[in-house]
Structure formats: structure tokens, C-alpha cells
């Protein structure tokens, strides 16, 4: 709120290219996913001082440099700075949005019956095939998932409908699987924003792209694992995450190669 009255320097996290350019500045940055906090902490390293603000209930573990602090969300900017939630106020010369991203489709026409309202794409079967046209596919829309990995399951799912070797569900039996799943969803506390993130649940969205389409191999369970365990990581030690190391085991386990040569499975 009153963003138009603060009188420095604003951006978002898509214009960031260099930490440099944040020397000696008094820095806010607003949200703390994963490109909140890994640009609050290289801004860190220039910046006079950086203050995180989010909304996350408890307050990050990770052991943050000294002169990087965390905030509660802000209340409204002033022409200086910043008041937060908690009823505090602090100056600031920079403030840097890493607020996330806006799903946005201006080249599909109405014909296309695609909406998006506050980024939840509609109405898609299993986060990717347009049920209102259902030639047309979305790939990579879910995040915190081992992307690559995604978008060729989601490729792979795809194909075996568009290639005849399976038939697609009808668009009401497509509808009404997409309103169970959401609704387990909302059920669970994901908020609209949040419709196509996965996280911990990737796994799941993983076997049912599988199963669906009867193909015979997925991701395997390993790579969620690993995936979801490195993301603690970054939440718990920001500054020695890029350090770890894992070797995969099977297809189930993977253990972490510790400094003293040591191998704990996991």
C-alpha cells in the first residue's frame, strides 16, 4: 500500500541483474521465497543493511548475516521507508519486490476459454490440458517441482492422448476429477495464488500424470526426496546449502556425503 509515496529507488526481482548496484544502500526486500531470500542475501554483501519482509509464520532458522534482518509484512511505505505489521518503522533508499509472478496469456483469444484469476489457470485437467479446447496444453504451470523432470512427464502425459493411444476423458468427467482435486486442495489450505504449487505434494501429482496415462515409467520417488530435501536446506542454512552433497541410492533413497566422509541415508 501507498506504494507511490516512498521517494527511492523500487524494482522487482525480474529487473535484478547485480548485487552491485545495491552498494552501500538501505535495502528492503519484500517476500521470502526462494528469490527473496537468495537476493537479500547476495544484496547483503554490498548493501549497508537488508531487511526481509514476509508473512511466514515462524521465522526463518537459517543464520542470516549480520546486517540482514527479517520483518513481518509491511503495512504501507512512507516517502522514507517503511512501517510494518508489527508496528515499526525503518528507513529505507531501495525497496526490491520478489513477489512472485503473474501467470499472463495475452496471446490466447477468448476462443481459447482460458481464464486466470489471482494465477489459478482455468479449467485445466491435471494443470495442463485446456478442457475447453483440449489440442491445447500447458506445460510447466506447477512450481516448487524438479522441473525439468515435470515438464517431460507432462509432455509424455500429453502425447498419449494426442498420438490416439489413449482417449481423453470428456470434457464433464475432465471437469469434475479437476474440481475433486482442488477442492482436496483447499481442503488442505492452499489459497487461489497457490493452485499450482506443489511442494511436498509433487510426488502426488507426479504418480497421478503416470497413472493416468499408463505410462510406464514417471519420476521416480528419489527425486522428490531429494528435491524436497534441499528446499529445507535453503530454508535452514542459506548460507551452506550449495555445499551439500547427495549420491542416489535406488530409486526410493538417496544419502548426503557429509564432510567427514562419513554417508547418512536418507
Known sequence: PNMEAFRGLQLHSHDYRSSDKFKDESVLVVGAGPSGMDLALE??????????????????KTIFPANLTQKPDVQELTATGARFADGSEEPFTVILYCTGYRYSFPFLGPSCGITVQDNYVQPLYKHCVNINQPSMAFIGLPYYVCAGQM?????????????????????????????????QRWNRGFRTRQAHMMGPAQGEYYEDLQRTAELP????????????????????????????????VDDENFEEVVEIGEDREM
Do not use: W
Open 217 to 248: 515409467d514417471g519420476i521416480k520417488p528419489v527425486m522428490t526426496k531429494l528435491h524436497n530435501e534441499s528446499s529445507q536446506r535453503f530454508n535452514d542454512d542459506l548460507l551452506g546449502f550449495r555445499r551439500d552433497v547427495f549420491r542416489i
Open 151 to 183: 515438464f517431460d512427464l507432462q509432455a509424455r502425459f500429453c502425447l498419449r492422448y494426442y498420438s490416439g493411444q489413449l482417449d481423453l476423458p470428456g470434457a464433464e468427467a475432465m471437469h469434475e476429477d479437476t474440481r475433486l482435486r482442488m477442492e
Open 43 to 60: 544484496i547483503s554483501k554490498h548493501a549497508t543493511r537488508v531487511v526481509m519482509s514476509h508473512h511466514t509464520k515462524e521465522p526463518f
